[in-house]
Structures are given as C-alpha cells and as structure tokens.
C-alpha cells in the first residue's frame, strides 16, 4: 500500500500534460490524489485568449480546493518565432536568431518583458525559455534558429537580457538544454544524441551562456537528452540522468542553487532506453527537482509510483526530495500567489494580449532583424504596373516534432501581392517534384522577376535544381530564406537574397517591404555562411 502523503510529496516534483481546453478526469486525479506541482500547456490545450485563462483559472481552482499551499506552475514553450505555443490573438514575435541578427540585446529584453506580460494575463506563470545554445553547426536539426546565434558570448548577452526581461514580467524562465544541444546531428526527440567535445571546448563554448545566466539570477534549468562522454564515463547516459552532470557540474562547479527540470521524460531519447518511469527515478538521483512528463496519463502515475517505491526501498533519499521540494517551493513564493492565479477578468487580455503596442515592436524588431545577405544591384525592385511577378512559396510543414504545424499559405506571395498586383503565387509542395519543376521552368520566362522562399533547402536538391536553372532565365531572382539562414550556400546563383529567420507574416511582410524600397533593413547575420 503506497503512502498517500509521500505520494502527494513526490507528486509535487512533477509536471505533466494533457489532451484538450479544459479540465480532463485524469488531470482532476493527478491534481487531488497526487499533488503534481506543475502544468505544461501545448497548442492542444490553446484557444483563444479568453479561453486559456478560463483553462488556467480553472486549473488553480482545482488546485486550491485540493488543499495545496502553493499555486501550480503552469508551463509552456513560448521561445517566440519558430517555436511558439500560442495562438490566436497573441503577438507574433520575433524568436532568437532573428533577434540576434538585430545584435542589440535590448531588444531580447524587451521582447522578453512583452512575451512575459502576455503569458501573465494568461495565467501562465511560467515559460520554457530562452534557448541558451550555440548553434554552432549548420546541420542542427532541432535547435537552428532557436538559438541566437553561433557565438557563445552573443547567445550569453541575449540570453540574459531575455531572461531579465521575461523576469520583470513576473515570470519564472527556463535556460535550456544544459549543457548545450547545439551542435548536434540527432533531435533527442527521436534518438539519443551525442556531443564529444572534451571539457576545454566544453568550458569555451556551451557552458558560457549557461554560466553567464546562472550570475545573473536564473531561476530553472532545463536538462537535455544527450551524452556528453566527457562529463559521463557511463557509456550512453544522457545529461538529464547524469550525477556528474547535474549534481557535481551544474551544481557544485558552476554555483546553481535553483531548480533544475527534465525535459519531457516521454522523448524517445528517455522512453526508449531507460523508459520514462525508471528514467524519473535515474533524474531525481542524479539532482533534478522536476520532472516532466507531458502526454500519457498512464505515465504520468506509473512515474509517480516508480519514484514513491524507489523511496520506500531506499534507493532515493528522502533529504534529496524534501531538498527539491525548498527549491520548488523558493521559486513558488517568488512567481505564483493564490490572487494573481484566481483571476477572472479579462481586462488584461484586452490591454495587453495582441495589443497595439505589442504588434508595433514586433514589427519594429523585424525591421532590424530582417537581413539583406546579399543584393546585385537590383534591390530595391523597380517595376511598372505591367511587370509581372512569379512567386514560388513553399508550404510551412513542422520541420522538427518541437514546432506545431503550420498550415498557412499564401503568406510569402500575398506578402508581395501588397506591393505589385501583377503577381502569381505557385504553391511548391516539399520535396518538389520533377513534373512541377518542369512546369515551372516552361513558364518562367513569362515574368520579369520570380521570388522564391526557401525552409530548408540543403535537405531538397531537386528544389536547388531548379533555382538554379532559374537562374540561368532571363529575369531577376530572389530569394528570401524564410527558416534555416546557411540556405544560401546550396545556391549557386541569385541576383538578391533576404534572411527573415521565421516563415510569419510580419516577418515576411517586412522582407516584401525591403524588396520594394519601403523599408530599410538593418539585419545582420548571426552566423555565417559558408560557400
């Protein structure tokens, strides 16, 4: 029989997820017989603004008629540009890269303090960010442009002004991944990735913006799924169910005194290895306060119960969870209150969701993010009324299992249809396919100019195919890299090409903006380009 208050106590060092907009059977289960201490919201979970703080209101009502003493976390991955949870009425805003193309870390500040506000008058309380790794390797497939840049000191100082600002909001935030997901080959949501640096490159490169932060007054940092031999003799062991890493690098030998959470224990890089309930188990030990588990409900509690009878047995210390719980409860007493979780009035939403205000500087930021990486002499774009406009736009699909999918069309073309009527929009379905190239190819020659937006091209070479037969027509092509920024080494000729870092809206309506002249932008790259 399992002791139903040590239940409630390990409940509180978890954080689960949930299908839907509002409350579910299982989450009332979770919430009255074990405790669990936090909540992470997904766009499954995201309605209108209205609708998510009638969620979250209804989440803390639950909460306080369990009994708890403090209000819950709730959570979400709000990093901003490709990685963003809310929808609806909520302000696009720039993410990282695009951001540390501005090279003005005031602006990560304040996008942070504006994401910050949204999410309070939202009820959430808390956000998975900022990114804090290097994205040092241009083949990335999980981290790009999330991060802000390839330098170590520019991700720390925009990092850090993110994390202030989101801060002076009143939110808790998450450095994430420690040590570093940026240079690697592998998205720990499928496999377990391995970064073999030794602990000088480690010392010079990720460690510094974790470090930086860490100064500054971090409050949670988030553990990656990846196995760092250098840190970790046990071969295969990621970070996350490391001692070495957690307990005797980030703790004893960086100075982190604060919360240190998994990342989603149900990450294949976990769940098919160790399994998420061992797994639980391997991360308390090895120092995390939190542990996240954030789709099956059926894990959810076999984690719980896995974790109480490791602590029944004694292979967990029952000092090491009272220990997580201060930490817990230190960042409860400085984020959360019964009065600000108990709201019900949607004034704030009206005020500051989506406000005026908030588009203005997101479109501001834009302006100096957006970056002209290179321009023969045709930019600004002259055109008379009779010149006619080609626009190839390639549809925005989830690149990696982090991002949510984007349906979206039109965005690029109608973008450019604002300042020329004369323009035809052709769909390019990724991987492009050789009877669309064809027809393309057979028309082409009836535009002056053909613009074509780019995701990640390295990864469709009958796509840089035909770019570069375009190439070889007689108009004017551009390109406008709409995602991954190194797109421009896979393309041996174009006459202009604009980087926006993000495939949205705004961000696409200032590169059109660039292109006919109405706006000067200011962005310069993050990284660099080779080839």
């Known amino acids: 029989m399992i002791d139903p208050i040590l239940q409630k106590k390990v409940g509180r060092l978890f954080v689960v997820g949930f299908e839907g907009k509002q409350m579910t059977p299982q989450l009332r289960n979770l919430i009255h017989h074990y405790h669990i201490g936090g909540i992470i919201l997904f766009s499954r979970n995201i309605g209108t603004p209205e609708e998510v703080l009638v969620l979250t209101t209804t989440l803390q009502k639950e909460a306080k008629n369990a009994g708890y003493t403090y209000p819950l976390l709730i959570c979400i991955d709000q ?50 960010a900022p990114v804090l790794d290097v994205n040092n390797n241009s083949d990335n497939p999980v981290i790009g442009v999330r991060s802000f840049g390839e330098s170590p000191e520019q991700v720390a100082l ?21 040590p570093g997901h940026g240079d690697t080959h592998v998205d720990s949501h499928l496999d377990l990735p391995v970064i073999n640096h030794d602990i000088d490159r480690l010392e010079k490169i990720e460690f510094i913006p974790f470090q930086q932060c860490i100064d500054a007054g971090a409050d949670i940092i988030m553990a ?58 391997a991360a308390l030990k090895a120092g995390a306060d939190l542990v996240m588990v954030s789709h099956t409900y059926e894990r959810q509690i076999g984690a719980i119960k896995e974790v109480v009878s490791a602590m029944e047995r004694g292979e967990l210390d029952e000092r090491n969870i009272n220990t997580s719980m201060d930490r817990v409860h230190r960042l409860n007493k400085k984020y959360v209150s019964w009065e600000e979780s108990l709201q019900t009035d949607s004034t704030n939403i009206v005020q500051i969701v989506g406000s005026l205000k908030h588009e203005q500087l997101a479109f501001d930021v834009y302006k100096n993010s957006v970056t002209i990486v290179k321009n023969e002499q045709v930019l600004p774009l002259q055109l008379n009324e009779n010149n006619k406009i080609l626009v190839l736009e390639p549809l925005s699909k989830t690149r990696v299992l982090v991002e949510d999918k984007n349906n979206e069309r039109y965005l690029l073309g109608n973008a450019i249809k604002e300042f020329h009527s004369q323009t035809d929009i052709e769909l390019i379905e990724l991987p492009v396919i050789d009877k669309q190239i064809e027809d393309i190819l057979e028309y082409a020659t009836n535009y002056d100019s053909i613009i074509f937006g780019t995701l990640t091209i390295s990864s469709d070479p009958l796509y840089q195919q035909l770019i570069h037969q375009l190439y070889d027509k007689d108009t004017t092509l551009i390109g406008i890299g709409m995602r991954n920024p190194y797109d421009i080494s896979c393309i041996k000729g174009v006459d202009a090409f604009i980087n926006t870092y993000e495939p949205n809206k705004t961000a696409l309506k200032v590169a059109a903006s660039a292109i006919f002249g109405e706006v000067d932008v200011k962005g310069k790259l993050p990284v660099r380009i080779g080839g």
């Open 79 to 128: 990093e901003n540009g490709v990685v963003r949870r809310l929808g609806e009425g909520a302000t696009i805003f720039p993410g990282a890269m695009a951001q540390g193309a501005t090279h003005n870390p005031d602006n990560a500040y304040t996008i942070g303090v504006a994401t910050g506000k949204e999410l309070k008058a939202l009820g959430i309380n808390w956000n998975l």
């Open 158 to 178: 925009f990092g850090k002004a993110s994390m202030q600002g989101m801060q002076r909001a009143g939110v808790a935030t998450t450095l994430k991944h420690f």
């Open 224 to 281: 990656a799924h990846i196995y760092f031999p250098a840190l970790e003799k046990e071969k295969g062991i990621p970070a996350t169910l490391s001692k070495n890493v957690l307990t005797h690098l980030l703790r004893e030998k960086l100075g982190f005194t604060e919360v240190i959470t998994t990342d989603c224990m149900e990450m294949n890089a976990i769940s098919e290895t160790i399994g998420t309930e061992k797994g639980a188990v």
